[in-house]
């Protein structure tokens, strides 16, 4: 099974700040099983990003994903006050399916 | 509109069990796998089950394999999980999520992302 870690635990911007998310895998995947969702507080969590780089519809082009193999990055190109939440990173392949424990994004 | 609506949570005593539903709608419901994906209160999402179109796929994390059942009616547009010999640990609010673009779920495997999901309902085991 797939481990995914995600650093930082808890990040700490200001608005208009460029936010940089990190997702590793614990063995290589294949980027299109790699997806990235937001939640909020009392909310359910909304997809962002599927297979690694692809933005779902409606998700704002500051939201860009990348990465391949083991490493995996979430950017937010300039903070909006909406973006504070908590981001997840998924892996869902070979029947089974892993998210990572979350990057708490705050406000500095 | 998608929308998915999710009902039968509430407080149930240790080995007690409990059915949750997912009523969907805005799409053609058969043609899509199906998902529930459950959050202990204060911690990180864990998936649960996933259920192919045609409900001839199952699959399950490990930790409620051989107690909670996923199931579907296509008829009625429904997603259900059978939860038996429920533990503290089952406490979490219990989404339901549906397969999005890129995805795929049958009967020999499961790969993919969640596009939708429901607003969730709580499931509280406790004595």
């Known amino acids: 099974e797939v481990v995914l870690t995600q650093s930082p635990g808890t990040l700490s911007l200001s608005p208009g700040e460029r936010a940089t998310l990190s997702c590793r895998a614990s063995?290589?995947?294949?980027?299109?099983?790699l997806a990235w969702y937001q939640q909020k507080p009392g909310q359910a969590p909304r997809l962002l990003i599927s297979?690694?780089?692809n933005r779902a519809p409606g998700i704002p082009d500051r939201f860009s994903g990348s990465g391949s193999g083991t490493d995996f990055t979430l950017t937010i190109s300039r903070l909006e006050p909406d973006d504070f939440a908590v981001y997840y990173c998924?892996?869902?392949?070979?029947?089974?399916?892993?998210f990572g424990q979350g990057t708490k994004l705050e406000i500095k | 509109e998608v929308q998915l609506l999710e009902s039968g949570g509430g407080l149930v005593q240790p080995g007690g069990s409990l059915r949750l539903s997912c009523a969907v709608s805005g799409i053609t419901f058969g043609t899509y796998g199906m998902n529930w994906v459950r959050q202990a209160p204060g911690k990180g999402l864990e998936w649960v089950s996933s259920i192919s179109g045609n409900g001839g796929g199952t699959y399950y994390a490990d930790s409620v394999k051989g107690r909670f059942t996923i199931s579907r009616d296509n008829s009625e547009n429904t997603l259900y999980l059978q939860m038996n010999s429920l533990t503290a640990e089952d406490t979490a609010i219990y989404y339901c999520?549906?397969?999005?673009?890129?995805?795929?779920?049958?009967?020999?495997?499961?790969?993919?992302?969640?596009?939708?999901w429901g607003q969730g309902t709580l499931v509280t085991v406790s004595s």
């Open positions: 063995l290589s995947v294949r980027s299109n099983y």
């Open positions: 297979g690694a780089s």
């Open positions: 998924q892996h869902f392949a070979f029947s089974r399916c892993t």
């Open positions: 999520a549906k397969f999005g673009v890129g995805s795929d779920c049958n009967s020999a495997f499961c790969y993919g992302n969640f596009d939708y």
